[in-house]
């Protein structure tokens, strides 16, 4: 079951076609990775889901409700959350209380925030749950800039999965990182994400990731899909190699 669609979703920025009439789908449960050289458009594609930019044209539906005019707060409560390339975190706040903040938020508590975050027990709980899940506990007390940058994509990806979305979007969660850092990142990602439940929808650059973690590859070129399909069928497509790959099938 379709949990995202789109139909002919379009940005043109004057004579690039970034995104070009794309019709893309999200199955329900799915862990699915966004690949494509630079430029290919997945950023702007995410950007467009998830209400950073409005289409030239198109359309876009979660389940059956259309949320093309809807701006982000309205997408976030439609189940759309996502973490960014370049990391978005609160520095001077404690690794905890930039995931009470993400909670405040979805429960709408922002404006008290600093007043009710040392005694509102119950996002207090729900922090050090979840930073229990992602590995992050010991770290609770720490200033979001004194982490290492594989803890800091951590931390962002929580913060993002504090919203309880239905469908999350990872704007390359391991760039930047150790290859030793990307296995734990992905492991511990990918153990969260499916034993929640939620939907999630990946841009990556590196194949090896993408090919160990995702049940489904929607490759982009120039705006389109190129190719969309499990990562054993993805990893034989000729058009794939040549574009993507830079080899041959």
């Known amino acids: 079951m379709s949990l995202l669609r ?6 043109h920025f004057g004579e690039t076609r970034a995104v070009d009439g794309v019709d893309f789908s999200v199955n329900e449960g799915e862990f699915l990775s966004l690949v494509g050289t630079n430029g290919a458009g997945k950023t702007t594609l995410v950007n467009l889901i998830s209400a950073f930019l409005l289409p030239d044209s198109g359309r876009i539906f979660v389940g059956d409700r259309d949320i093309t005019e809807s701006p982000v707060d309205e997408r976030i409560r439609a189940g759309i959350a996502r973490s960014f390339q370049l990391v978005n975190l609160f520095d001077d706040l404690s690794v ?3 995931v009470a903040l993400s909670i405040f938020a979805r429960e709408g508590k922002t404006s008290r925030i600093f007043t009710l975050a040392e005694r509102d027990a119950a996002v207090t709980q729900e922090s050090s749950d979840l930073l229990e899940r992602f590995g992050m506990a010991g770290k609770a007390q720490a200033r979001a800039r004194d982490l290492a940058q594989g803890e800091r994509k951590l931390l962002d990806v929580a913060v993002a999965y504090a919203l309880r979305p239905k469908l999350l979007f990872l704007d390359e969660p391991t760039s930047g990182v150790s290859t030793r850092d990307k296995a734990q990142i992905m492991d511990t990602v990918s153990s969260v994400v499916r034993g929640g439940g939620v939907t999630a929808v990946v841009i990556e650059h590196d194949m090896d990731v993408v090919f160990k973690y995702s049940d489904r590859v929607v490759v982009m070129h120039e705006g389109r899909f190129l190719a969309d399909g499990p990562p054993e069928e993805i990893r034989q497509n ?6 993507l790959l830079g080899t041959d099938v």
């Open 6 to 11: 789109t139909q002919g979703l379009t940005k």
């Open 238 to 243: 000729s058009d794939v190699a040549k574009y």
């Open 96 to 98: 905890r209380d930039n």
